[in-house]
């Protein structure tokens, strides 16, 4: 006879992938095993076995559901009917603000994705290309004049992305500087320069 999936299936999942990403973002993967992740979240390591096959398993769910999340949350913004300078900012802070609710998955996706099997890398840079396809739309929409060449705005919203990626190793949510004021003056850089 077949095993009944559990009623809480979902999120002893959920909580296994976010105590690997713990451990992942502080171990790095290769230094990570089963039983570091088993100790981080409590269940046994059948139990685990049971939702993953393998850290390497647990990795590519993990990582394939961060950027497709931000890929879902992009997508909201740029089809909006908002102004394009509203859009920029409410990207942006969108942005920051999932980094930061998602700072293990996003240092280990950072650090750790080449660690991924080839297929499933493959998918998730192709997510990583539509965000910045998603960003350069709306550049597109800030300047058309500036960002009709494909390179242009891509290299422009790499650029971006380059800023924004990177600022979890730097940036303090408890500090003095709130993350909307982080997302507004990161945002007014991009509109205005240094100058």
């Known amino acids: 006879m077949a095993r009944t999936r559990a009623d809480n299936f979902d999120d002893v999942k959920a909580a296994i992938l976010a105590a690997a990403a713990r451990v992942f973002a502080e171990k790095g993967f290769r230094n990570a095993n089963i039983i570091d992740i088993g100790a981080a979240s409590g269940a046994s390591k059948s139990r685990m076995y049971h939702y993953f096959p393998s850290k390497e398993a647990m990795l590519s769910e993990m990582l394939l559901e961060h950027v497709n999340g931000l890929l879902t949350i992009a997508r909201d913004i740029t089809g909006s009917k908002l102004p394009p300078e509203e859009k920029l900012r409410k990207y942006v802070l969108a942005h920051l603000n999932y980094y930061f609710g998602m700072r293990d998955r996003h240092k280990v996706l950072l650090t750790d994705a080449e660690y991924l099997p080839e297929a499933v890398l493959a998918d ?45 190793t730097w940036y303090e949510p408890e500090g003095a500087l709130s993350l909307s004021s982080l997302a507004s003056k990161a945002v007014d850089l991009c509109l205005h320069g240094v100058l």
């Open 124 to 168: 998730v840079r192709g997510s990583e290309h539509q965000l910045v396809q998603q960003l350069g739309a709306v550049l597109k929409e800030l300047n058309p004049e500036r960002f009709k060449a494909r390179l242009n705005t891509s290299a422009h919203a790499m650029l971006i992305y380059g800023m924004l990626n990177w600022t979890h």
